[in-house]
């Protein structure tokens, strides 16, 4: 594996389909699902590992981020990543951007209300990343699903090439959702109170229940967090809330275990006639998370 810190010396690696997993390091199970994915369908796999400024609203939860190129260069290099591109700060943005993009309707709901700002960092960076590494396909988790949607909408409207590739949330064997900020998260039980309100929702859907209310409460009833940001089941297309599940959906949450906040959803998918629920991959053994 090359560890580079420039777009230029990424490109010039390897040969055939690119594969990019775009990450902000201290990797886990999830990050290295994408990985698997992407070692599947192309031919060089690229890594990005980028702290980046702009998709923080808290100076502090940007602080506090973990951060250990060492480790996540070991872990990927054992995953099977060809090139690591960690580029420093004045690498991605040599002078104070002038130029940002923003994806309106998608964004205008649930993290964008909550987190303002935040998706504009984030569709400003991933379009740096597919301007400079020209990736054929790129591979995001589904467990930021609403952030899927802004890739994957700007991709399509700025004319990127390739294919945004979205992949199932991976899950602690407790059930919660992998997350760096679960290293800070001081009550677990009440942090499980997400997953278990989305697997009561999951089984209400394969039991027939439609009605997005319905949904919600089952989800609320099940929550022991200390805040709750939102719980809205949206259409995996824009976003945007629904009344009743007639179309691809995903049932999102997010709210605050002290001051840590989490944010997890369930994907429900159209297959022909049947809405299916998709809970993701559960690890069977301790996430290497906490292995330092």
């Not at 949450?253 to 049947?274: H, K, Q, S």
Request: charge should be negative; charged fraction near 25%.
């Amino acid at each position: 594996m090359e560890i580079v810190e420039t777009p230029e010396e990424a490109r010039a690696i390897g040969e055939g389909t690119r594969g990019l997993v775009p990450t902000m390091g201290y990797l886990h199970e999830g990050h290295l699902s994408l990985v698997e994915a992407a070692r599947r369908r192309c031919d060089v796999v690229v890594m990005s590992v980028f702290v980046n400024p702009l998709q923080f609203d808290d100076p502090a939860d940007l602080e506090r981020y973990p951060r250990d190129l060492e480790r996540d260069a070991e872990l990927a290099e054992q995953a099977g990543v060809d090139v690591l591109f960690a580029p420093p700060l004045e690498v991605m943005y040599p002078v104070e951007p002038v130029t940002t993009v923003e994806v309106r309707g998608v964004t205008e709901t649930m993290e964008g209300l909550h987190r303002p700002g935040h998706f504009q960092g984030v569709a400003t960076v991933v379009a740096k990343l597919f301007a400079a590494l020209r990736p054929d396909q790129s591979f995001f988790g589904r467990k930021d699903h609403q952030q899927l949607i802004v890739v994957r909408t700007m991709h399509r409207d700025l004319s990127f090439p390739g294919e945004v590739v979205g992949c199932p949330t991976v899950r602690e064997a407790d059930g919660l959702a992998l997350s760096s900020r679960n290293l800070f998260v001081a009550d677990r039980e009440a942090a499980l109170s997400i997953s278990r309100g989305l697997t009561v929702a999951a089984e209400a859907v394969e039991a027939g229940e439609r009605s997005a209310s319905v949904l919600v409460e089952a989800v609320r009833r099940n929550l022991a967090l200390d805040s709750v940001d939102y719980v809205t089941l949206a259409s995996q297309h824009d976003a945007r809330p629904l009344e009743r599940l007639d179309r691809p959906a995903f049932l999102a949450v997010a709210g605050r275990v002290g001051d840590v906040r989490l944010i997890d959803n369930l994907p429900i998918d159209l297959v022909g006639e049947m809405f299916v629920p998709d809970l993701g991959i559960r690890l069977d053994r301790p996430s290497l998370l906490y292995s330092r």
